[in-house]
Structure formats: C-alpha cells, structure tokens
C-alpha cells in the first residue's frame, strides 16, 4: 500500500506543478495557492500537503527548470563529443570539438528557452519579490555552467590559452574567478576562466533580449543573429 500511496503523491505533485506552470505563463511568478488549488478540483488547505508554502511550490519549480535546461545542455555537449569521438575511432577525420561544443551548448540554451519561456523568465527574469532561493537549488542551478567549465577545462589540458593572456584581472575580479576556476577549470588560466564567463553572460544576454522583445524592430533575423553573437564568442574565449 505504501507504494500505491507514494505514486498517487508523486502524481498529484506532478499536477500541481503542471497547473503552476500553466499560471506562469499568465500570472508569472505572483502564484497563488488558491488558484492552483482551484483549478486542481480541491480546497487550497489540500495543495499544503505537498507544499508547505507558496516559495516551496517555486522552489520545486526552480529546481524542475534549472534540471531541465541542465539536461538540455549536457546532451548537446555530450552529443558533439560522442560524435568526434566516433570520428576518431573510424579513422575518417580528426576535429577539434572545442568550437562545436560550445555553439552546441549556445543553441540548447536558445532552444530550451525558447520552447519553455515561463520557465526561462521565472529562473533567468526578474527576481521574485519576498523569495529568496534555498541553498539546496545551487547543484541545479550550476548544471549548465558546469558544461562551460568542462569545454574550458578541456581547452586548457589542449594548451589552448596562454596564461598570461589578456589584461591582468583587478584584485577583487581575479579573486572571485580563482574561485570559479578551483570549482570548474581548475586546469585554465583564470583570464580564460574570465573571458568564458563574459561570454556565457553573453549567451544569456542575447538570449533574454530575443526572450524579452529587445530585439524587435532591430534584429530580423534573430537565429542568424545569434548564430554570429556566438561565433564571435568563441573567438573571444579562444576556442
């Protein structure tokens, strides 16, 4: 019986935050309980059997879209390594996939968000005010990243950056990015640690702008446009 139970929770939480979903799409963040409750069929004292609070209905929908954009990101990279290691393997052609994963990994981040604009707003829009973001969100929230870091990390183990390239970093900047470095490269320079975060600010940047209506009546083609802005990026990092 146990398990019986623990599936029927599992499938009313699952609804719960579908139905969350749907009223971030037209609500945003402001969710209310009661309207949750309202469209699930039950009274709003129910939905606190799964969710202590409204911030904990939130959290549960952070975390869901920081893993999603997560596993997004990693396929793609994972998918330009296995093909460049498959390419090795048959002996047809070698390729430097330092480039590839990157605009790999740019392109899941655009699509993802793309196909999941409530999601992205709620995690990458304005903050939501009165919430304040648990600890525990922090291992989803960096997956994404995580796959920038292993692209550098790899780069530097190629002798791809040269250490004494670019402006020395003020004392405060190379701090904090010595700490970056420690916990996703520890093999890059941290100039390179520092150019890849500019960058991935970059992707995000002009990912929100399309997201956002920014670009209207500027930008045309807004997949080209992007395809550029990213290339460029690559070039800036030093893949």
Same mark, same amino acid.
């Given at each position: 019986?146990?398990?019986?139970?623990?599936?029927?929770r599992? $499938?009313t939480? /699952?609804e &719960?935050?579908? &139905?969350?979903r749907?009223?971030?799409?037209? @609500?945003?963040?402001?969710?209310?309980? +009661?309207?949750v409750?309202? @469209?699930?069929?039950?009274?709003?004292s129910?939905?606190?059997?799964?969710?202590?609070?409204?911030?904990d209905?939130?959290?549960?929908?952070?975390?869901?879209?920081?893993?999603?954009?997560?596993?997004?990101?990693e396929?793609?990279d994972r998918?330009?390594?296995?093909?460049?290691?498959?390419? !090795?393997?048959?002996?047809?052609?070698?390729w /430097?996939?330092l480039s !590839?994963?990157?605009?790999?990994?740019?392109?899941?981040?655009?699509?993802? !968000?793309?196909a999941?604009?409530?999601?992205?707003?709620? &995690?990458y829009g304005s903050?939501?005010?009165?919430?304040?973001?648990?600890?525990d969100?922090?291992?989803?929230?960096?997956r994404?990243? +995580?796959v920038?870091?292993?692209i550098l990390?790899?780069?530097a183990l190629?002798?791809?950056? /040269?250490?004494?390239?670019?402006?020395?970093?003020? @004392?405060?900047v190379?701090?904090?990015?010595a700490?970056?470095?420690?916990?996703l490269?520890?093999?890059a320079?941290p100039a !390179?640690?520092?150019r890849?975060?500019?960058?991935?600010? $970059?992707?995000?940047?002009?990912?929100s702008?399309e997201?956002?209506?920014q670009?209207?009546?500027?930008?045309?083609d807004?997949?080209a446009?992007?395809?550029? $802005?990213m290339?460029?990026?690559a070039?800036?990092?030093?893949l």
């Amino acid at each position: 019986m146990s398990g019986i139970r623990a599936r029927a929770r599992a $499938q009313t939480t /699952d609804e &719960i935050k579908t &139905i969350a979903r749907r009223h971030l799409a037209t @609500d945003g963040a402001n969710l209310s309980l +009661r309207a949750v409750a309202r @469209d699930l069929g039950v009274v709003s004292s129910a939905i606190y059997r799964y969710f202590a609070s409204r911030d904990d209905l939130l959290t549960a929908l952070i975390l869901d879209a920081y893993n999603s954009l997560g596993s997004a990101v990693e396929a793609a990279d994972r998918g330009v390594v296995e093909a460049a290691e498959r390419a !090795a393997a048959s002996g047809a052609f070698e390729w /430097d996939a330092l480039s !590839a994963r990157w605009m790999a990994t740019c392109h899941a981040v655009r699509d993802w !968000a793309l196909a999941a604009p409530h999601e992205y707003a709620l &995690i990458y829009g304005s903050p939501v005010p009165g919430y304040r973001a648990p600890q525990d969100t922090v291992p989803a929230a960096t997956r994404a990243v +995580r796959v920038l870091g292993g692209i550098l990390q790899d780069a530097a183990l190629r002798g791809r950056f /040269d250490a004494d390239a670019g402006q020395p970093l003020p @004392d405060p900047v190379g701090g904090n990015l010595a700490e970056i470095t420690a916990a996703l490269c520890p093999a890059a320079p941290p100039a !390179a640690v520092s150019r890849g975060m500019g960058a991935w600010v $970059q992707l995000f940047g002009t990912v929100s702008f399309e997201l956002f209506g920014q670009l209207e009546n500027a930008v045309g083609d807004k997949a080209a446009f992007f395809e550029h $802005q990213m290339r460029a990026q690559a070039d800036y990092i030093g893949l």
